[in-house]
T-cell receptor, first 117, second 110 residues
Framework: AQKITQTQPGMFVQEKEAVTLDCTYD???????LFWYKQPSSGEMIFLIY??????QNATEGRYSLNFQKARKSANLVISASQLGDSAMYFC??????????????FGTGTRLTIIP | KAGVTQTPRYLIKTRGQQVTLSCSPI?????VSWYQQTPGQGLQFLFE???????NKGNFPGRFSGRQFSNSRSEMNVSTLELGDSALYLC?????????FGPGTRLLVL
């Protein structure tokens, strides 16, 4: 079974609109971390936001927020007021186990986001 | 703080050759992980080093190896290159909660 599922291969969004990128995950480990990364065409993976499985509040970082629904195993990324520079591939990833000791990230297949002027 | 650096950025090799890629983590970070990214397989974990010891390993053949030095810099080596090894190789160093990636090395095997 896929551990990380991103069902939207591509999305087109008008500039200044909000956008939600979907991510569902599968794990039996009670301790895990969820991440979102942005990858522009240059190839570098840029960290956006992190959510720990025991965090009570949804994570926020500037225009990025993570809609964490633990019971549904869902960790959607919300970008408010999209900008042209947000056009990129977006990856959801998970680390299973305690915060330290297992650094393996499992990635989804990504969503290509295109912002239209 | 300077970010994760990887050298070289681009590399062209022929089948059968070997290659060594280098990664310098963010200052103070002791854990370095390597990932391979291809259009067909996506992002896959290769291995992780912490304090000069390999702590985790992905599902790759023995042709893929790595090491870490006392200053936390890491190298990965691929021997007997195959066409399928053409990929973007990403290195990441571990911060408080997350991994920060370098710009990657694009390897083309002809």
């Amino acid at each position: 079974a896929q551990k990380i599922t991103q069902t939207q291969p591509g999305m087109f969004v008008q500039e200044k609109e909000a956008v939600t990128l979907d991510c569902t995950y599968d794990t039996s480990d009670p301790s895990y971390g969820l991440f979102w990364y942005k990858q522009p065409s240059s190839g570098e993976m840029i960290f956006l936001i992190y959510q720990g499985s025991y965090d009570q509040q949804n994570a926020t970082e500037g225009r990025y927020s993570l809609n964490f629904q633990k019971a549904r195993k869902s960790a959607n990324l919300v970008i408010s007021a999209s900008q042209l520079g947000d056009s990129a591939m977006y990856f959801c990833a998970m680390r299973e186990g305690p915060n330290f000791g297992n650094e393996k990230l499992t990635f989804g297949t990504g969503t290509r986001l295109t912002i239209i002027p | 703080k300077a970010g994760v650096t990887q050298t070289p950025r681009y590399l062209i090799k022929t089948r059968g050759q070997q290659v060594t890629l280098s990664c310098s983590p963010i200052s103070g970070h002791r854990s370095v992980s390597w990932y391979q990214q291809t259009p067909g397989q996506g992002l896959q974990f290769l291995f992780e080093y912490f304090s000069e010891t390999q702590r985790n390993k992905g599902n790759f053949p023995g042709r893929f190896s790595g090491r870490q030095f006392s200053n936390s810099r890491s190298e990965m080596n691929v021997s007997t290159l195959e066409l399928g090894d053409s990929a973007l190789y990403l290195c990441a160093s571990r911060g408080q909660e997350t991994q920060y990636f370098g710009p990657g090395t694009r390897l083309l095997v002809l």
